[in-house]
């Protein structure tokens, strides 16, 4: 099986974020990471790969950072990478994103396509369904299992409040991937070394940018949310806090 | 020539979602403020008298969209039959519920259009002529005001519990009904989806808890649980987590809290190293009092919290434990 795996960088969790001058976006010098369900979808195409041999790519659009997610998972085992590599591509809506991903591979075949169901940043939770549309394939979402069927794939499919589904996927397709599918694996001290000499394709924007149009939504201010409630800070050593607390909950709270 | 607001209800095996009353809701709201008109419709097979139930709100009609082959739900047959519809009844603004249904078909049926949805919003604004939506970004660090760039039809979806389903209006008599009967040819539908099913019985009823203890990453460790446990155990409540939490195997799924697992509201939610990404804050959002404990003063779950604490869970959470067991005699 061919399997590209579709990555983003991401600010780190517990990064402490700031806006940009102009109220439109974050600042960037900040530490980043991969996006979470990124991660796992990378895994499960290495697990597939390893079940039913094949080859694993990975794309990330992005600035220079951004390599970063890629040579990683060059380390984990993927086999090579594509880099779209600009600033503009932080500032795409999903539809532009996809885009610019499908104009990437459009000489290549691959039997599945993966992405993480969302990301932490924009949180938009399309550009995978978005590039199966695209590229005409059928898609899947919020994905948990995938096993390989005679006629394609089964696919087991997280629904709301616990509930799931099994759906049978002919292939190529592509398939949204929820963290906790699998467990993620380290890179290996020799995937590490292996890594640098995989090769990883370069794409400018200038190189996909005929596949492309205009952003269809803009984001017109990014601010820190109003307060919905009244919080109270409590303060003190932590002796002081846990009465302070266990007085509110009897008085106020009323649930001791 | 007014605009047309057209919201989709979600049925699911032919009976009606509650959270569409909350898209309603917002219809309502965005039409009395625009003067566009408001209509709804339903998509499925055989799905009349959830049509009929739409039209008791105040729309100015409602739509049945029908075909045997929307039943079971694919993408491909749910965004075929409404971009079929759309072409014939174009609207300028579509609403729905940001369910994971939703989720599966509207970036296709945007992009079949060659238009955008903006996904998950908790809200909009109406300026100076200008339609705007509301949308958390960076897991609630921040809002975001997103505006359509493009000529549509624009499509939103909703996050659960942005509007009060309760508040939909009521029509003065019941709309008129309109069945749109859709073909959906042969080779249309690729995915062949199988029964709906749960995993296991569901052990622990969350929903039914009047206090609940619930972990994130902040505990950092399986063996620090214990900690959390002996928490909700001091305050005779349940234990429950945040998807990683669980993702990990620390804590079982059915004591999962958020979009993927269980929704509650208890008298007291408190929450320990949680940071209170989205997922996890539509799932407790509705819980009458909220307490967070967490070391990063800019975590959004202080956002809605009525009491709050800065600081390490892990010099916190033992003199609480022994502060409560006091107050308890």
Not at chain 1, 43 to 48: F, I, K, N, T, V
Not at chain 1, 224 to 241: A, D, H, Q, R, V
Request: glycine share 8%.
């Amino acid at each position: 099986m061919k399997i590209l795996v579709c990555m983003k960088q991401v600010p780190q969790k517990d990064a402490p974020l700031k806006l940009n001058e102009a109220g439109t976006w974050i600042r960037e010098d900040v530490s980043y990471e991969v996006n979470e369900p990124d991660a796992f979808a990378l895994e499960e195409a290495l697990r597939q790969k390893e079940k039913h041999s094949g080859e694993v790519v990975v794309i990330t659009a992005g600035p220079a950072r951004a390599m970063q997610v890629l040579r990683e998972a060059l380390a984990k085992g993927a086999d090579r990478a594509i880099h779209l590599e600009d600033n503009a591509f932080v500032g795409l809506d999903a539809y532009n994103t996809a885009r610019a991903i499908a104009a990437a591979i459009k000489d290549e075949k691959f039997d599945l396509i993966f992405t993480g169901l969302q990301s932490d940043d924009y949180g938009y939770a399309q550009t995978g369904v978005i590039l199966a549309q695209i590229l005409g394939l059928p898609h899947a979402t919020i994905i948990m299992q995938i096993e390989k069927t005679e006629a394609g794939i089964r696919v087991k499919r997280e629904l709301e409040a616990g509930f799931f589904q099994f759906v049978d996927v002919p292939l190529p397709a592509v398939l949204t991937i929820q963290s906790g599918i699998n467990k993620l694996r380290y890179a290996t001290l020799i995937g590490i070394k292996q890594a640098k000499t995989k090769p990883m394709r370069k794409v400018t924007l200038a190189d996909v940018q005929s596949a492309m149009g205009n952003n269809l939504q803009k984001i017109d201010k990014m601010y820190i949310p109003e307060k919905s409630k009244n919080t109270e800070f409590l303060e003190g050593s932590p002796s002081e806090i846990a009465k302070k607390l266990v007085e509110k909950l009897k008085n106020e709270l009323r649930v001791i | 020539m007014a605009e047309t607001i057209f919201v989709i209800v979600e049925q699911r095996e032919g009976k009606l979602n509650r959270v569409s009353w909350e898209t309603i809701a917002a219809g309502q709201a965005i039409a009395a403020e625009t003067g566009w008109s408001l209509e709804a419709g339903v998509v499925g097979s055989g799905v009349s008298a959830i049509a009929s139930e739409v039209a008791q709100k105040k729309v100015s009609k409602v739509y049945d969209v029908e075909s045997p082959k929307l039943e079971p739900y694919t993408p491909d047959a749910f965004a075929h039959a409404l971009k079929s519809f759309l072409e014939k009844y174009p609207a300028k603004l579509v609403l729905m519920p940001h369910t994971y249904q939703v989720r599966d078909f509207v970036p296709k049926l945007a992009t079949s259009m060659e238009t955008t949805a903006i996904t998950d919003a908790v809200g909009y604004k109406y300026e100076g002529g200008k339609l705007s939506f509301t949308r958390q970004m960076f897991q609630g660090k921040f809002m975001a005001d997103v505006s359509f760039a493009g000529t549509g039809p624009c499509f939103v979806t909703f996050q659960n519990g942005s509007f009060r389903g309760d508040k939909a209006e009521a029509g003065g008599g019941a709309a008129a009904v309109e069945t749109f009967n859709v073909d959906v040819p042969d080779g249309v539908i690729r995915n062949k989806p199988q029964e709906v099913f749960k995993e296991a019985k569901q052990a622990v009823d969350l929903t039914q808890a009047e206090i609940i203890v619930s972990v994130g990453r902040g505990i950092k460790e399986q063996k620090n649980i214990e900690l959390a446990k002996q928490l909700a155990d001091a305050l005779g409540g349940e234990l429950a987590a945040s998807r990683p939490i669980c993702d990990n195997g620390w804590l079982p799924m059915d004591r999962q809290i958020g979009s993927s697992g269980q929704t509650v509201a208890p008298k007291l939610y408190l929450a320990l190293g949680i940071s209170g990404a989205i997922q996890h804050i539509v799932g407790m959002k509705g819980a009458r009092s909220i307490v967070a404990i967490n070391k990063d003063s800019e975590a959004p779950i202080f956002e809605i919290s009525d009491y709050a604490v800065v600081g390490n869970l892990f010099d916190i959470v033992p003199p609480l434990i022994e502060e409560i067991k006091k107050a308890r005699g």
